[in-house]
Nanobody
Framework: QVQLVESGGGSVQAGGFLRLSCAASERTLRNYAMAWFRQAPGKEREFVVVTTWSGISTRYADSVKGRFTITRDNAKNTVYLQMNSLKPEDTAVYYC???????????????WGQGTQVTVSS
């Protein structure tokens, strides 16, 4: 089975930065599109960014475009999310996901990590 483990979450002041990591099982990055979603308390899980295994096709949510960057290190089977200029509204549990298609909806992702908390204070 595909296993995903997130790390790197924490608390930061507005305007600060964090880098999240998603460690995947062997060859996952070659066979799947990888995405990040986030979920705040009482809200639905929302799309953040998705990229294909090659990194050729990448799409960001408008709310994070220009501030967040997704990268892949296939040699380490790891996906990263660099988050700069963080805002209080970025506060949420962040999940990485793997799926057969690069899409913005949760339906297309069969494999999920357990999430890592990101808290941004004013």
């Amino acid at each position: 089975q595909v296993q995903l483990v997130e790390s790197g979450g924490g608390s930061v002041q507005a305007g600060g930065f964090l880098r999240l990591s998603c460690a995947a099982s062997e060859r996952t990055l070659r066979n799947y599109a990888m995405a990040w979603f986030r979920q705040a308390p009482g809200k639905e899980r929302e799309f953040v960014v998705v990229t294909t295994w090659s990194g050729i096709s990448t799409r960001y949510a408008d709310s994070v475009k220009g501030r967040f960057t997704i990268t892949r290190d296939n040699a380490k089977n790891t996906v990263y999310l660099q988050m700069n200029s963080l805002k209080p509204e970025d506060t949420a549990v962040y999940y990485c996901a793997a799926g057969g298609f690069a899409d913005v909806t949760t339906t297309h992702y069969a494999y999920w990590g357990q999430g890592t908390q990101v808290t941004v204070s004013s």
